[in-house]
């Protein structure tokens, strides 16, 4: 998930054009390659947070942000919350 292959690499692999795998990937989840990735990686960090085996730096570097206020602020724009906001509104 930290390093996912690129689309490029992807279509190759699959032996689809660019802009088949786009168009038909849009057409199969409703959302782009990139927009999909994302979700996925936002709720397996909720995940991972949740399970209180991993602080917040470990989290957003498992998931692939290579600085924490990255992972922060893709966390925020999923959620409308921070990390550790979020951590805190479970414990209450």
Wanted: glycine share 8%; net charge positive.
């Amino acid at each position: 998930m930290a390093e996912p292959p690129s689309l490029q690499e992807l279509s190759e692999e699959i032996e689809l054009s660019l802009s088949k795998l786009k168009e038909g990937f849009k057409q199969l989840y409703g959302d782009t390659v990139y927009g999909y990735l994302l979700s996925h990686k936002m709720e397996e960090a909720r995940r991972m947070l949740e399970s209180g085996k991993y602080n917040v730096n470990e989290v957003g570097l498992k998931i692939g942000y290579s600085t924490a206020s990255h992972f922060i602020a893709a966390f925020k724009k999923k959620y409308g919350t921070t990390p550790k906001k979020y951590l805190l509104s479970l414990s209450s």
